[in-house]
């Protein structure tokens, strides 16, 4: 029996052990032949019979299944929190009170809240099984030494696999035989091109990426054929890893459902507290009838709970996924709108998001000179600018190396232009169309030496007219070993100086290019044969070409823009260490002097990697584990993390992020199942676009919480006044009801339509734990609340002294507290400046729009006598009509006088304390989030 028992979970060098001896080595380290004997199989591979029972044995080769709840259980548990309960308990308080349609709608709004995270968890469930289509449905086998096609389902170990180009990577194979193989392997490890393959073994401790002679399962072949054997499958591959990882993390909730549920925890507490004591003080004090007393109680409940503040908030966060939709982040789940508004870090990739995913030519070096290429895209057009003095001539010769030894093409097509083939094979043919504008002459291939991973280069024998030429382009080490000669400074050949062209090599490489090598040589007339051997050693060089994935002009802009509003910005990547430091240098990000590689990660443990996560900005060579380890790190801290992921390697971290964001163009299907919000255009510009509208939305929950919380504490205050005095209620429970389940919803629906204020992305992002109910918010209930009472109390008082019947000064009391609410919409629209300027006052449309259906409202119940004898209302005389919009007048001269004193106060105070944190820098990782000045404090000098 085989032991395919999988190493340590913190092991990153292999994918699983087979017997003692690979119990210590890796696969990838090993030789094709020792992989066979570990495996039990040779190149005629396994017996059906052998492979019958290993399939019994290991079971298919599939991602692993993993045990559902059942369907009823996974639903009513999206009724089991606070908030739920006490929207239910609203409801059945509504009903008891007779209306039977409010109670409808907030029942409503409980089964709406429960189906939408019913649905979001099925999305959850379905990403795990996405992964399964990740594997090839089909695959070619060698058993009992006979070629056959068999379901990828029924792949065991010892299996021989036969890959040709176009193929999906069925399970990971150990290479024993490559041609000519290159692998796409950007949904495991990042890499933004295809990778090549070989036989050779790789260093024990290499990253995925650098397993030169694994195949890994849900990969892409594609150029070459292979053959290799099956070391693991199922679970034990690293795709089924992924599936795992992505079980076992759980879904996070959000900072506002989080806040959401401690506040409405709070406030139930506060509320039947409250209701309990005034009833035992009417009954036993004051000696009030019981059932007086309960309903008073009832009334207090009913004042105390926000019944339309389910859904203003569905209706706020509506809106911005509506805003979102048009700067291209489409919102899957409708929390994390308000959670990309707390982000304080931002995990991205490189290839796409960052970059262009679009290889160009920058860089042309030759002994005759050098050139800048200008250009973006695939577009043949774009200056090429000499470096001083350059031989024009070793320009164009590089040129038509470039398109000669070339399988791609270019077309327009829709305004732009595509490549067809390899993307770098692309730029070099569209660098040589810059270079050489006119047609090139015609050539026909005679001969033909495809790339290949062993030697590293490939190279074309052509034919024009009476002349032939080889052209050879690849590796410029690997080119330079058949050279003796190169074109001098002076346009004539001179002896190759190899120490030259590495300095050149190492200076663009530096840069984050891809540097190739070109090489020529005239051929004989009758020359046909091409291969390694016939090469020959008496090619010239030519020169080197440095080739890079530019990054995109916006998301430049944008990660600026992330900086100046407090938001690290983190480069993890699959590819190498030099270019992801070039593109984090180019993008501008905070600290590009250190890059961590995930070797780096794997030997630190994790109080290091807390360290290291928060002072580090980019990290290549990254594993899964790694990135999942990173998010952990960052949100251990306090921070709140947005991870981007494309490939199935990003996945269980973008699960496991505050909020996880998918690429909607390249992004895999089971990174966007996942995904909290999918990107339209792959590009960081709209996560920092999105970071915006989501500070936006909880800006507007925020103001529709400063704008209903007061109208509720006044109801309750006005209540309790009632019953510790003895008196009149000066508004009933059903007039309560009105207040909150109309004109509170119409009024409060304005504000989720509130533009983005003007400081919004210069305001440090605010901490995970920051309460949304603080002491700023607690001081504006108090202050709010008392002006309410007086006011309503005053009016109140003044119509029972005028003369006028219980019915009449009530209806002065409600319509006080309408209007009273009217001039607190205008108040909270601007809690960072002034109401008193005309762009304040002029409002939205939707502001005045609501302003007049609630009007429209409040004049029905107050004179309509159908309505009157449902509310216990009754008609106003206009004169006191006048009075109470005046006192609205009144209220809002009172808060705005009291909101700019406040900033006085406090701005002052800000102030103060950002010139004595000026200089001062942190030795460890904060436990909380920096703000935007003290983050600067710790960027290195410039």
Not at 211 to 237: D, E, I, M, N, P
């Amino acid at each position: 029996m085989l032991d395919l028992s999988e190493p340590d979970r913190n092991d990153h060098t292999g994918s699983g052990a087979v017997g003692d001896k690979a119990a210590t080595t890796a696969f990838h380290a090993r030789s094709g032949p020792e992989c066979l004997g570990a495996l039990s199989s040779s190149d005629d591979g396994l017996t059906p019979e052998e492979a019958t029972r290993r399939l019994a044995e290991y079971g298919p080769n599939r991602p692993p299944q993993h045990k559902r709840t059942p369907v009823l259980l996974r639903f009513l548990a999206h009724f089991n929190n606070v908030l739920m309960y006490v929207l239910m308990a609203s409801a059945v308080t509504t009903a008891v009170l007779g209306h039977s349609t409010d109670a409808a709608v907030i029942a409503a709004v409980v089964l709406a809240n429960a189906i939408i995270g019913f649905i979001q968890e099925g999305r959850a469930e379905k990403a795990m099984a996405s992964i399964g289509k990740m594997l090839a449905p089909h695959a070619a086998v060698i058993r009992g030494g006979e070629r056959l096609t068999l379901d990828s389902a029924e792949i065991v170990p010892g299996d021989i696999v036969l890959l040709d180009a176009g193929d999906r990577v069925p399970a990971d194979i150990r290479l024993l035989e490559a041609h000519g193989v290159q692998a796409q392997e950007a949904v495991l490890t990042g890499e933004s091109v295809p990778v090549e393959k070989g036989e050779e073994a790789s260093a024990e401790n290499a990253a995925l990426a650098e397993r030169y002679g694994v195949a890994f399962g849900g990969t892409l072949v594609t150029s070459g054929q292979a053959k290799g054997v099956v070391f693991a499958t199922g679970h034990r591959t690293e795709i089924g890893k992924i599936s795992r990882m992505m079980h076992d993390v759980e879904t996070m909730t959000t900072p506002l459902i989080r806040q959401m549920n401690g506040f409405s925890t709070w406030l139930t507490i506060l509320a039947l507290l409250l209701a309990a004591l005034l009833v035992v003080f009417g009954v036993m004090v004051r000696g009030e009838p019981f059932i007086e007393m309960f309903m008073a109680a009832v009334s207090i409940a009913v004042a105390a709970i926000p019944e339309g503040l389910p859904a203003i908030l569905t209706i706020t966060m509506a809106v911005g996924v509506q805003a979102m939709a048009k700067r291209n982040a489409i919102v899957r789940r409708l929390p994390a709108i308000e959670t990309l508004g707390s982000v304080s870090v931002i995990c991205t990739d490189k290839t796409g998001t960052l970059t262009r995913n679009e290889m160009v030519v920058r860089s042309v070096v030759a002994r005759a000179g050098s050139w800048e290429v200008e250009g973006e895209g695939y577009a043949p057009e774009g200056e090429i600018r000499a470096e001083g003095t350059g031989s024009i001539e070793v320009l164009h010769a590089i040129a038509a190396v470039s398109e000669r030894c070339n399988d791609a093409c270019l077309a327009e097509e829709g305004g732009g232009w595509s490549v067809g083939g390899d993307p770098m094979e692309g730029a070099l043919l569209a660098f040589a169309r810059k270079a050489n504008p006119d047609e090139a002459p015609k050539t026909e291939r005679k001969g033909l030496i495809p790339f290949d991973a062993r030697h590293r280069f490939m190279a074309t024998l052509d034919r024009a007219g009476d002349d032939s030429v080889v052209s050879v382009k690849g590796a410029p080490e690997a080119i330079g070993a058949f050279c003796r000669t190169q074109i001098g400074a002076e346009g004539a050949e001179e002896p190759f100086d190899e120490t030259f062209w590495k300095d050149e090599i190492d200076r663009l490489s530096a840069s984050g290019q891809r540097v190739l090598g070109f090489a020529s040589r005239q051929a004989a007339a009758e020359e046909g044969d091409l291969t390694p051997d016939t090469l020959g050693h008496e090619l010239v060089f030519l020169g080197i070409v440095g080739l890079i994935d530019p990054p995109r002009p916006e998301a430049i802009e944008a990660v600026a823009a992330c900086i100046e509003a407090g938001i690290d910005v983190k480069m993890i990547t699959g590819d190498h260490r030099g270019t992801a430091a070039a593109i984090g240098r180019q993008i501008g990000l905070a600290s590009v002097d250190r890059v961590l590689t995930g070797q780096d990660l794997d030997e630190l443990d994790d109080a290091a990697l807390s360290h290291a996560a928060f002072e580090t900005d980019i990290f290549a060579r990254t594993s899964p584990e790694h990135k999942l380890r990173l998010v952990r790190a960052l949100k251990a801290q306090g921070l709140t993390v947005a991870m981007t992921g494309d490939g199935v390697n990003d996945a269980p971290a973008v699960k496991l992020a505050d909020a996880g964001i998918a690429m909607g163009i390249k992004g895999s299907e089971a990174t966007i199942e996942v995904a909290d919000i999918v990107l339209a255009d792959d590009n960081f510009a709209s996560i920092a676009a999105a970071v915006r509208e989501g500070r936006t939305v909880y800006d507007n929950i925020k103001k529709v919480l400063a704008w209903l919380l007061p109208t509720d504490a006044a109801e309750v205050a006005i209540v309790s006044l009632a019953v510790l005095l003895g008196t009149a209620l000066p508004i009933t429970p059903l007039q309560i009801l009105w207040v909150n389940l109309v004109t509170a919803v119409t009024l409060g629906i304005a504000l989720a339509f509130e533009p983005t204020e003007e400081n919004t992305m210069h305001r440090p992002p605010r901490p995970a734990d920051q309460p949304i109910f603080d002491g700023r918010l607690a001081w504006h209930v108090v202050v709010v609340t008392v002006v309410f009472v007086a006011g309503i109390y005053g009016i109140f008082t003044y119509g029972l002294r005028l003369g006028y019947d219980l019915p009449v000064a009530r209806t002065m009391a409600l319509n006080a507290l309408v209007a009273f609410e009217i001039a607190a919409l205008f108040y909270v629209r601007n809690i960072y400046g002034t109401s008193f300027t005309w762009k304040a006052v002029r409002g939205t449309r939707v502001i005045w729009l609501t302003v007049f259906l609630t009007a429209a409202g409040q004049l029905a119940v107050t004179y309509i006598p159908s309505l009157q004898s449902i509310f216990g209302t009754a008609a106003v005389p206009v004169r006191e009509g006048l009075i109470i919009l005046g006192l609205g007048v009144i209220v809002l001269i009172l808060l705005e006088t009291e909101k700019q004193l406040r900033f006085a106060v406090t701005g002052a105070g800000q102030r103060r304390s950002q010139e004595q944190n000026r200089g001062a820098r942190p030795t460890t990782a904060p436990q909380r989030p920096l703000d935007r000045g003290q983050r600067r404090l710790l960027l290195p000098p410039k």
